[in-house]
Structures are given as structure tokens and as C-alpha cells.
Nanobody, 122 residues
Framework: VQLQASGGGLVQAGGSLRLSCAAS????????MGWFRQAPGKEREFVAG????????FYVDSVKGRFTISRDNAKNTVYLQMNSLKPEDTAVYYC????????????????WGQGTQVTVSS
């Protein structure tokens, strides 16, 4: 199983980025997909999740209204559109796949991507 995250970069506060995560080696549509982030010196934090067909999405409160998670099962890809970015969004962002169900806990996710750096300057 491989999850390949991309799309990170350096952006000014108020800007936007779109992260992508391409999955291979698993039946993508059978997995809840999530995005997590980890800032230096902090624990990994749940950001957003999406159910198997994209019918339900869920977010951490700090990104609601600014971030949108989506998926394309035909392309085995999950996305995270990030708008109105803030310096506190700076972190390494990871995508993950959960075969058991809906969860915000990192320990419940089975597979992880390598992470992509997002840096928001003030």
C-alpha cells in the first residue's frame, strides 16, 4: 500500500493550497480517508476526514469553513483544499486510510503517506 501526498509549499497568510494524496495497493473506496498535520514540537492532529463515497465529511473546528476535503474514487485520490490559510496552519500534512470506519484518532488509521510540508508566512 502506498499513499503519496503532494501539493504542499510556501504561501502567504490568506492564500490557498490544494493537497492531493494518491493511493495504490488498496481498494480505495473501502477506506475512510483522513488528513492529519503535525507542527514542530506538537502532537499529530486530525484535520479532516471523508467517508467511503464522500457522503460525509468531518473537520477539526479550527479549519471549518476554510478547508474542504474531497475524494475521487475513480482516481484513487483524496484532496484537501485549504483557503484563508493562517500561520498556525504551518505543519507537515499527512494523508491516511482507515479500513475500520469513521475516526479522528491517528491510531485507528491503517496506512499513512509520507507527508507534505505546508508553510504559511505572516
Amino acid at each position: 500500500v502506498q499513499l503519496q501526498a503532494s501539493g504542499g509549499g510556501l504561501v502567504q497568510a490568506g492564500g490557498s493550497l490544494r493537497l492531493s494524496c494518491a493511493a495504490s495497493g488498496l481498494t480505495f473506496s473501502k477506506y475512510v480517508m483522513g488528513w492529519f498535520r503535525q507542527a514542530p514540537g506538537k502532537e499529530r492532529e486530525f484535520v479532516a476526514g471523508i467517508t467511503w463515497t464522500g457522503g460525509t465529511t468531518f473537520y477539526v473546528d479550527s479549519v471549518k469553513g476554510r478547508f474542504t476535503i474531497s475524494r475521487d474514487n475513480a482516481k484513487n485520490t483524496v484532496y484537501l483544499q485549504m483557503n484563508s490559510l493562517k500561520p498556525e496552519d504551518t505543519a507537515v500534512y499527512y494523508c491516511a486510510a482507515d479500513g475500520a470506519g469513521v475516526s479522528r484518532k491517528a491510531d485507528d488509521y491503517d496506512y499513512w503517506g509520507q507527508g507534505t510540508q505546508v508553510t504559511v508566512s505572516s
